[in-house]
């Protein structure tokens, strides 16, 4: 009986094909940015009060400048300790009976009785437009900006359920084609919306196909490749995400408007449906669908795309992944042990989400240059791919995972209590923080897997993962309304939320150089799955000649 991968020794574990296909897969990873943190750009609120008509008229009569009529307009409230022009309210006066003219410099109006604006807002966001700006989305409103990020997440919740299920009985391959149909299709309706309630229905359902067909490309393009490969092509696969998010203040800076952002965010989705002709099916799928002619067939191109010859064994190829047990979310949290990891990993899941869209979304609001703010933290993400891939196989998983959030943790709450004068030394805090938090969320990812048996694997990554979509429904409200309280208060919540993340991380066993658990028994009794790896090493020695052990492939270790 011959498996996929004893084949793929033979076709090439990371050959020209591969190499191809994954470079395309990659690509998939950029505008995933643009749509998970999009929102910093398209739902910015810039700086704004209330508009008097009667104000606004005399300004361009009288060639005033903004803050000459703002003057005039709003009062003065307390924010923060400060005194700042009111963004909700302004004076109860009507201009149009007032002897005002264009000499007025300074009235006395401290007071003038003060009410909500009546005839909605001005922007200091000149030449731009984003759809808080086209909506009047602040004061009373500026709750519904959390909802765009919501119900993101929400398609993201359900999307990834769906398709990962239409991905074991459809295919790898159609369920990606058929997802960026769907982002295409959803991306031009967001583009195009009338109002911001039929924008926040499309907007789910780009989160929908979006982060389903990620998955989907994830899991095709591990599929392929050899087992020692994997782990760095799933790290370098995310990586890309941290390409487009320094591609996306640079399209934000040029593009003015945000429907447009829009536009140029979903095209590339539009141009992944010509994959088709260019990615192949998983073998493995083909294989546990019993349709051995295909997978036969696609892994002699990729042999012959390689340049390599495949033995007879392809005549007895099977199913590696075939299994008789069938899982159930009570093999999660039955016995103590897998109880455990499931609790953790599902909290980690959760905070990595939180922290991490709270971080990048918190750019929007701190007053600062968006753009280069955003292209600043976004640098800092890099470090993280090749820290992990330069840590966990000589340090191993849990310590660089604990402390990546630990650190994360740390410099939340160091920034919150850096005084804005000290701005660079604020700055650098905070890249580490978003750093930190950036290495624990592609952890997470591998360390999720390796932590289940094989024939709960796939349940217990999608159960876990589900707490990632739910802080990312909480985050934007967590940010947004706390920070309206005070504005470096979200920073101490993410900074809670990230220690006891590491704190948690440290009660996990380490992995590094164990064997894949292929039983509840192996995660609950691991000295016994060491004995019985020990046990079949020894059997092999003893069945083989000397000069041929070393031949031979050693048990899966991670």
Request: glycine share 8%.
């Given at each position: 009986?011959?498996?996929?991968?004893?084949?793929?020794?033979?076709?090439?574990?990371?050959?020209?094909?591969?190499?191809?296909?994954?470079?395309?897969?990659?690509?998939?990873?950029?505008?995933?940015?643009?749509?998970?943190?999009?929102?910093?750009?398209?739902?910015?609120?810039?700086?704004?009060?209330?508009?008097?008509?009667?104000?606004?008229?005399?300004?361009?009569?009288?060639?005033?400048?903004?803050?000459?009529s703002?003057?005039?307009?709003?009062?003065?409230?307390?924010?923060?300790?400060?005194?700042q022009?009111?963004?909700?309210?302004?004076?109860?006066?009507?201009?149009?009976?007032?002897?005002?003219?264009?000499?007025?410099?300074?009235?006395?109006?401290?007071?003038?009785?003060?009410?909500?604006?009546?005839?909605?807002?001005?922007?200091?966001?000149?030449?731009?437009?984003?759809?808080?700006?086209?909506?009047?989305?602040?004061?009373?409103?500026?709750?519904?900006?959390?909802?765009?990020?919501?119900?993101?997440?929400?398609?993201f919740?359900?999307?990834?359920?769906?398709?990962?299920?239409?991905?074991?009985?459809?295919?790898?391959?159609?369920?990606?084609?058929?997802?960026?149909?769907l982002?295409?299709?959803?991306?031009?309706?967001?583009?195009?919306?009338?109002?911001?309630?039929?924008?926040?229905?499309?907007?789910?359902?780009?989160?929908?196909?979006?982060?389903?067909?990620?998955?989907?490309?994830?899991?095709?393009?591990?599929?392929?490749?050899?087992?020692?490969?994997?782990?760095?092509v799933?790290?370098?696969?995310?990586?890309?995400?941290?390409?487009?998010?320094?591609?996306?203040?640079?399209?934000?800076?040029?593009?003015t408007?945000?429907?447009?952002?829009?536009?140029?965010?979903?095209?590339p989705?539009?141009?992944?449906?010509?994959?088709?002709?260019?990615?192949?099916?998983?073998?493995?799928?083909?294989?546990?669908?019993?349709?051995?002619?295909?997978?036969?067939?696609?892994?002699?191109?990729?042999?012959?795309?390689?340049?390599?010859?495949?033995?007879?064994?392809?005549?007895?190829?099977?199913?590696?992944?075939?299994?008789?047990?069938?899982?159930?979310?009570?093999?999660?949290?039955?016995?103590?042990?897998?109880?455990?990891?499931?609790?953790?990993?599902?909290?980690?899941?959760?905070?990595s989400?939180?922290?991490?869209?709270?971080l990048?979304?918190?750019?929007?609001?701190?007053?600062?240059?968006?753009?280069i703010?955003?292209?600043?933290?976004?640098?800092v993400?890099?470090?993280?791919?090749?820290?992990?891939?330069?840590t966990?196989?000589?340090?191993?998983?849990?310590?660089?995972?604990?402390?990546?959030?630990?650190?994360?943790?740390?410099?939340?709450?160091?920034?919150?209590?850096?005084?804005?004068?000290?701005?660079?030394?604020?700055?650098?805090?905070?890249?580490?923080?978003?750093?930190?938090?950036?290495?624990?969320?592609?952890?997470?990812?591998?360390?999720?897997?390796?932590?289940?048996?094989?024939?709960?694997?796939?349940?217990?990554?999608?159960?876990?993962?589900?707490?990632?979509?739910?802080?990312?429904?909480?985050?934007?409200?967590?940010?947004?309304?706390?920070?309206?309280?005070?504005?470096?208060?979200?920073?101490?919540?993410?900074?809670?939320?990230?220690?006891?993340?590491?704190?948690?991380?440290?009660?996990?066993?380490?992995?590094?150089?164990?064997?894949?658990?292929?039983?509840?028994?192996?995660?609950?009794?691991p000295?016994?799955?060491?004995?019985?790896?020990?046990l079949?090493?020894?059997?092999?020695?003893?069945?083989?000649?000397?000069?041929?052990?070393?031949?031979?492939?050693?048990?899966?270790?991670?």
């Open positions: 009986m011959t498996t996929f991968d004893d084949i793929l020794e033979e076709a090439g574990e990371f050959g020209r094909c591969q190499k191809r296909v994954f470079a395309l897969l990659c690509m998939v990873s950029m505008p995933w940015a643009g749509v998970y943190v999009g929102i910093v750009f398209q739902g910015y609120t810039p700086d704004h009060w209330c508009r008097d008509p009667a104000v606004v008229q005399r300004r361009q009569s009288c060639g005033w400048s903004l803050a000459d703002r003057r005039l307009t709003v009062p003065l409230v307390n924010s923060s300790g400060a005194l022009h009111s963004g909700c309210e302004q004076y109860d006066v009507d201009w149009n009976a007032t002897s005002l003219t264009c000499d007025t410099q300074e009235l006395d109006l401290s007071k003038t009785p003060t009410t909500a604006c009546k005839a909605g807002w001005e922007y200091d966001y000149e030449g731009r437009q984003s759809f808080v700006t086209e909506f009047d989305l602040v004061c009373a409103d500026g709750w519904l900006v959390d909802m765009y990020q919501a119900t993101l997440n929400i398609g919740l359900v999307g990834s359920i769906a398709i990962g299920y239409l991905a074991d009985r459809f295919g790898r391959k159609m369920s990606f084609l058929m997802s960026n149909l982002n295409g299709i959803a991306g031009i309706l967001v583009a195009v919306a009338p109002n911001y309630v039929s924008l926040l229905v499309f907007r789910t359902l780009y989160g929908f196909g979006v982060k389903g067909g990620w998955v989907a490309g994830y899991v095709l393009i591990t599929e392929i490749v050899g087992v020692e490969y994997r782990r760095t799933g790290v370098v696969y995310q990586m890309f995400f941290s390409v487009g998010i320094l591609f996306l203040p640079l399209l934000a800076y040029y593009i408007d945000w429907r447009w952002l829009q536009v140029v965010i979903t095209v989705y539009i141009l992944f449906l010509s994959y088709y002709w260019f990615i192949p099916e998983s073998p493995r799928w083909l294989l546990s669908q019993n349709k051995k002619d295909k997978a036969v067939e696609i892994t002699e191109a990729m042999a012959k795309e390689n340049k390599m010859t495949l033995s007879k064994n392809i005549e007895s190829l099977t199913d590696d992944n075939a299994d008789t047990n069938t899982a159930s979310f009570m093999d999660l949290i039955r016995t103590p042990k897998m109880r455990k990891h499931t609790f953790i990993l599902s909290y980690n899941w959760f905070t989400a939180v922290v991490y869209q709270g990048i979304m918190r750019l929007g609001i701190l007053g600062g240059n968006v753009y703010d955003f292209l600043i933290s976004g640098l993400e890099f470090p993280a791919a090749f820290l992990i891939l330069f966990i196989e000589r340090i191993g998983r849990r310590l660089p995972f604990a402390t990546a959030n630990i650190v994360a943790g740390a410099s939340c709450f160091i920034t919150a209590f850096i005084p804005d004068s000290m701005f660079w030394f604020k700055t650098v805090v905070a890249c580490i923080g978003r750093l930190g938090i950036t290495m624990a969320f592609e952890m997470v990812v591998f360390v999720n897997t390796e932590l289940y048996p094989t024939f709960v694997r796939n349940l217990g990554v999608s159960v876990c993962s589900t707490l990632c979509d739910i802080g990312g429904i909480v985050a934007p409200f967590m940010l947004y309304r706390l920070a309206v309280i005070w504005l470096e208060l979200p920073l101490i919540i993410f900074g809670s939320l990230a220690f006891v993340a590491g704190g948690l991380v440290l009660l996990l066993p380490e992995t590094r150089g164990v064997p894949l658990p292929d039983t509840i028994e192996d995660i609950e009794f000295e016994r799955a060491k004995e019985k790896v020990m079949r090493n020894q059997q092999m020695t003893n069945l083989l000649p000397n000069n041929d052990v070393s031949t031979n492939k050693d048990p899966a270790t991670v």
